[in-house]
């Protein structure tokens, strides 16, 4: 309901003074408070970007806020997602932030769902709000975002991150572009690394959801320059933001009902690839590495595929590292034929997939090997807790 009905809204005495602060801009006054109290926004995640844009719309006075997440608290998500604390590890994500939120501002109205986002259930839940933020990090769910925003004609508020850079927009406003425009086809899958395996700098997040719950707030308002049609791209490390424009692609499909946005996506087609694969592929688990480990046996090469900076967190007794990078140029083949010399090759990496996409890459050039079920991050769990989790 981005025009409310005013006269229905009204301010109580605790209200003026704790919004005291909007209502003296001329930007925001008595009426733009009472449009924020009126308004509702999903946010779809409650994790690194969800995290701070989550508390400022609350601080700011949204009304209404729908969360969307079925994850729990992991001690991982603490560098980055703000809204989480330590006593709530292992705990769904939804009830922290619905708990911080209303300690923030007890006049919000927190709606949960606590459930995966999907083709059956996404209109279902988007229809009640003016206005969806997406906070999600894999592309499946960014696509079903974006058609059920353009289905239900609602403004999609988008930020993205990656290491130490990040991007944001507003889509599907005032007949501005969508995500479609930006992204027509997706990558194929495992080409753009997951936060969990290229690393995001944790203030980054900060920064991108900010710019969300900012764009939101003046969606709402009706003020000042929205990012439609704009893509602003920043980077930390070189503290530079630089905008591209957007248009809309007049060629571009009608999105005329949400699909099956895993197969759209090859999710589908690459985990059954990956499972063909695995079925192959010859496995053991960190139980049989020990005990060849305690055999004394030395007939074997345990190769590390991990990226050299992860190898100075933790490595195994006697593994050799070769990054998957390296093996996949070509040049790290050569490297362990090298080492082999005859010997059989055990191969691991954080949780086995980057080490079974090794073993591939050199089963094609005629080297065979054995893949360590769970990798480095099962060796911690189930061998020796002092190797570092991370």
Same mark, same amino acid.
């Given at each position: 309901?981005?025009?409310?009905?005013?006269?229905?809204?009204?301010?109580?005495?605790?209200?003026?003074?704790?919004?005291?602060?909007?209502?003296?801009?001329?930007?925001?006054?008595?009426? #733009?408070?009472?449009?924020?109290?009126?308004?509702?926004?999903?946010?779809? &995640?409650?994790?690194?970007? &969800?995290?701070?844009?989550?508390?400022?719309?609350?601080?700011?006075?949204?009304?209404?806020?729908?969360?969307?997440?079925? =994850?729990?608290?992991?001690?991982?998500?603490?560098? $980055?997602?703000?809204?989480?604390?330590?006593?709530?590890?292992?705990?769904?994500?939804?009830?922290?932030? $619905? =708990?911080?939120?209303?300690?923030?501002? *007890?006049?919000?109205?927190?709606?949960?769902?606590?459930?995966?986002?999907?083709?059956?259930?996404?209109?279902?839940?988007?229809?009640?709000? =003016?206005?969806?933020?997406? &906070?999600?990090?894999? %592309? *499946?769910?960014?696509?079903? /975002?974006? =058609?059920?925003?353009?289905?239900?004609?609602?403004?999609?508020?988008?930020?993205?991150?990656?290491?130490?850079?990040?991007?944001?927009?507003?889509?599907?406003? +005032? #007949?501005? @572009?969508?995500?479609?425009?930006?992204?027509?086809? @997706?990558?194929?899958?495992?080409?753009?690394?997951?936060?969990?395996?290229?690393? /995001?700098?944790?203030?980054?997040?900060?920064?991108?959801?900010?710019?969300?719950?900012?764009?939101?707030?003046?969606?709402?308002?009706?003020?000042?320059?929205?990012?439609?049609?704009?893509?602003?791209?920043?980077?930390?490390?070189?503290?530079?933001?630089? +905008?591209?424009?957007?248009?809309?692609?007049?060629?571009? *499909?009608?999105?005329?009902?949400?699909?099956?946005?895993?197969? %759209?996506?090859?999710?589908?087609?690459?985990?059954? +690839?990956?499972?063909?694969?695995?079925?192959?592929?010859?496995?053991?688990? /960190?139980?049989?590495?020990?005990?060849?480990?305690?055999?004394?046996?030395?007939?074997?090469?345990?190769?590390?595929?991990?990226?050299?900076?992860?190898?100075?967190?933790?490595?195994?007794?006697?593994?050799?590292?070769?990054?998957?990078?390296?093996?996949?140029?070509?040049?790290? /083949?050569?490297?362990?034929?090298?080492?082999?010399?005859?010997?059989?090759?055990?191969?691991?990496?954080?949780?086995?997939? $980057?080490?079974?996409?090794?073993?591939?890459?050199?089963?094609?050039?005629?080297?065979?090997?054995?893949?360590?079920? #769970?990798?480095?991050?099962?060796?911690?769990?189930?061998?020796?807790?002092?190797?570092?989790?991370?």
């Amino acid at each position: 309901m981005l025009n409310p009905n005013l006269e229905e809204i009204q301010l109580t005495k605790e209200e003026y003074e704790r919004y005291s602060r909007h209502l003296i801009l001329p930007e925001v006054g008595l009426e #733009g408070q009472k449009r924020l109290k009126a308004a509702s926004v999903l946010c779809i &995640g409650s994790g690194g970007l &969800g995290s701070p844009l989550l508390l400022y719309l609350a601080a700011a006075g949204i009304g209404r806020l729908g969360l969307v997440d079925f =994850d729990v608290v992991d001690t991982s998500n603490l560098q $980055r997602q703000v809204i989480h604390g330590t006593s709530w590890v292992g705990k769904p994500k939804i009830e922290s932030a $619905r =708990d911080r939120i209303l300690e923030i501002n *007890p006049n919000c109205q927190v709606d949960l769902y606590e459930t995966l986002l999907s083709s059956e259930n996404a209109l279902e839940i988007l229809t009640p709000y =003016d206005i969806v933020v997406d &906070g999600t990090d894999n %592309f *499946p769910t960014r696509y079903l /975002v974006n =058609d059920a925003c353009v289905l239900l004609d609602k403004p999609n508020v988008y930020g993205s991150i990656f290491r130490f850079e990040g991007q944001a927009t507003v889509f599907n406003y +005032e #007949g501005g @572009p969508n995500y479609r425009d930006l992204y027509p086809e @997706p990558p194929p899958p495992g080409m753009v690394p997951s936060c969990a395996e290229g690393g /995001v700098l944790g203030i980054l997040p900060g920064i991108i959801g900010l710019i969300q719950a900012t764009e939101t707030v003046k969606i709402i308002l009706g003020q000042g320059r929205t990012l439609s049609g704009r893509l602003l791209l920043y980077n930390a490390l070189e503290m530079t933001f630089r +905008e591209l424009k957007l248009r809309p692609n007049p060629e571009r *499909p009608v999105i005329e009902k949400l699909i099956d946005y895993q197969q %759209f996506c090859g999710v589908t087609q690459a985990k059954a +690839e990956e499972e063909k694969r695995q079925k192959e592929m010859q496995e053991m688990t /960190v139980q049989e590495l020990k005990q060849l480990f305690d055999s004394g046996v030395k007939d074997y090469v345990l190769l590390d595929v991990r990226n050299p900076n992860e190898y100075e967190i933790a490595k195994l007794p006697g593994s050799v590292l070769i990054p998957l990078s390296d093996i996949e140029n070509g040049k790290g /083949v050569e490297k362990v034929k090298e080492l082999l010399n005859g010997d059989r090759l055990i191969a691991h990496c954080k949780l086995g997939g $980057r080490s079974a996409k090794a073993l591939g890459i050199l089963k094609d050039a005629g080297i065979e090997g054995i893949n360590v079920k #769970g990798g480095i991050d099962a060796w911690s769990k189930e061998i020796d807790p002092s190797i570092p989790e991370y």
